[in-house]
């Protein structure tokens, strides 16, 4: 992660979150651990949770714990209650002045369970497009106590953690769980964002037949204008063999999807909550469920002749049954944030409370440092081209 590692001096030597103490809610992968390791090497004292259940990777949270006194509360299979009492130590442990979200999860128990540590707290960066979307409906009902960068909302990391990273990674978890051949296949994909147009365009990639679902209608023009097939769900749920959601959503695949799909249906989420494919309604349609049939994989016998398969519990994917992005992609998705909270440090005076983009200049120095580290050079535009960009009265 040679983004990092080049952070990791600038950090040290500048101290940007010196004396300053971070609650972090994030996968624990080892990925992660770098992030983790570039913050306390700004100065900062960090502890961390998980922000799924079961996306930790037990080695990495000992390591960090043992080896650097990083303060970690995660284990993967916590159950529900663990999940959350871990993001409450964590905020405890912490007594954060700076939070970094994926999901929501850790700002909501923050204004919630955790509201005597509010005053303290000057801001947050918040990962993912599902964690913003909550932020926003706190802040518009006024709920949001401090300044949240929204890194997600970086045309940078949405080409490259989203689209690259969520289309390759789930791919893979699906892969991975079930060792199905994936051309001839029909693929149905719920949600044409960013991460779903990297899921359908991976799956056809690997020569599946893929076919898009959305609410959107630009999203949906978008779709068909690549190639794909758009079709309503309810269309869709009959005809298609794998299913992949990942829209932000709730009950995206509900009861009356399930109960018409074929023998054999492969249900996978690739979005952040386990609430896009209704499991409670899947578990009620079964007559028997039989857990564990491969790693990651459950069937749901519904005693109609059909048995479909569930991966990882309906949670992410990408990370239960596979390791997630891949390091270059975390690269340019941490470093951005690093750089975001950096920022931030240094101008939360300026901000009042609410969800706030990435400065423009942040995204162009990640991607810059990013092309450094590959070996990339681009154009600089030259006087004339400046000066020509900034006239009104130049024409043809």
Same mark, same amino acid.
């Given at each position: 992660?040679?983004l ?6 600038r950090?040290?030597?500048q ?5 300053? %103490?971070i609650?972090?809610?994030l996968?624990? @992968? #080892?990925?992660?651990?770098?992030l983790? =390791?570039?913050?306390? +090497?700004? $100065? !900062? ?7 799924n259940p079961?996306s ?5 949270a000992?390591?960090?714990a043992d080896?650097?006194g990083?303060?970690?509360y995660?284990?993967a299979?916590v ?6 009492r ?10 954060p ?19 005597a540590l509010?005053? %303290? ?6 990962? @993912? #497009? ?5 932020l =926003?409906?706190?802040? +518009?009902? $006024? !709920? ?9 909302d ?19 978890g699906?892969l ?5 051949l994936?051309a001839?296949k ?14 359908a ?9 893929v ?22 769900m ?7 063999e ?7 959503s709730?009950?995206?695949?509900g ?18 909550f386990d609430?896009e ?16 049939v ?25 990370l ?16 951005l ?6 920022w ?42 400046l ?10």
């Amino acid at each position: 992660m040679p983004l990092l590692a080049a952070l990791m001096a600038r950090f040290a030597a500048q101290q940007p979150f010196k004396d300053l %103490g971070i609650a972090a809610c994030l996968h624990i @992968t #080892a990925e992660t651990a770098m992030l983790v =390791r570039l913050l306390q +090497a700004g $100065g !900062a004292a960090v502890a961390l949770a998980a922000s799924n259940p079961l996306s930790t990777q037990d080695d990495i949270a000992a390591a960090l714990a043992d080896r650097y006194g990083i303060a970690v509360y995660a284990r993967a299979g916590v159950d529900r209650k663990g999940y959350y009492r871990h993001i409450e130590l964590a905020l405890n442990q912490a007594q954060p002045d700076f939070v970094i979200d994926d999901g929501g999860d850790l700002v909501e128990t923050l204004h919630t369970r955790a509201a005597a540590l509010l005053p %303290g707290v000057k801001g947050g960066c918040e990962s @993912t #497009a599902t964690g913003v979307i909550r932020l =926003r409906r706190m802040a +518009a009902e $006024g !709920a949001l106590a401090f300044p949240v960068i929204a890194a997600s909302d970086t045309a940078t990391k949405r080409m490259v953690d989203n689209t690259c990273g969520t289309g390759q990674s789930a791919i893979d978890g699906i892969l991975r769980a079930t060792n199905t051949l994936l051309a001839g296949k029909t693929v149905v994909v719920a949600g044409f964002g960013s991460s779903g147009r990297g899921v359908a365009e991976y799956a056809r990639g690997f020569g599946a037949q893929v076919i898009v679902t959305e609410v959107d209608p630009v999203r949906g023009l978008d779709a068909s204008l690549r190639g794909f097939r758009v079709l309503p769900m309810a269309q869709a749920a009959p005809i298609g063999e794998i299913f992949i959601t990942a829209t932000g959503s709730v009950d995206v695949i509900g009861a009356d999807h399930l109960a018409v799909m074929r023998d054999g249906a492969i249900l996978a989420n690739a979005g952040h909550f386990d609430a896009e494919i209704d499991v409670r309604a899947l578990a009620a349609l079964a007559l028997a469920v039989y857990p564990g049939v491969r790693p990651h994989v459950d069937a749901y016998d519904l005693g109609d002749g059909r048995t479909l398969l569930l991966l990882a519990e309906g949670r992410v994917v990408n990370l239960v049954a596979a390791e997630g992005h891949p390091p270059e992609v975390m690269d340019l998705a941490f470093g951005l944030e690093a750089l975001a909270l950096a920022w931030l440090a240094g101008n939360t005076d300026k901000l009042p409370a609410g969800v706030h983009e990435v400065p423009a200049g942040i995204d162009a120095e990640a991607a810059s440092l990013m092309l450094a580290t590959t070996g990339t050079s681009i154009d600089t535009l030259t006087p004339a081209q400046l000066a020509y960009r900034e006239s009104w009265r130049i024409g043809s």
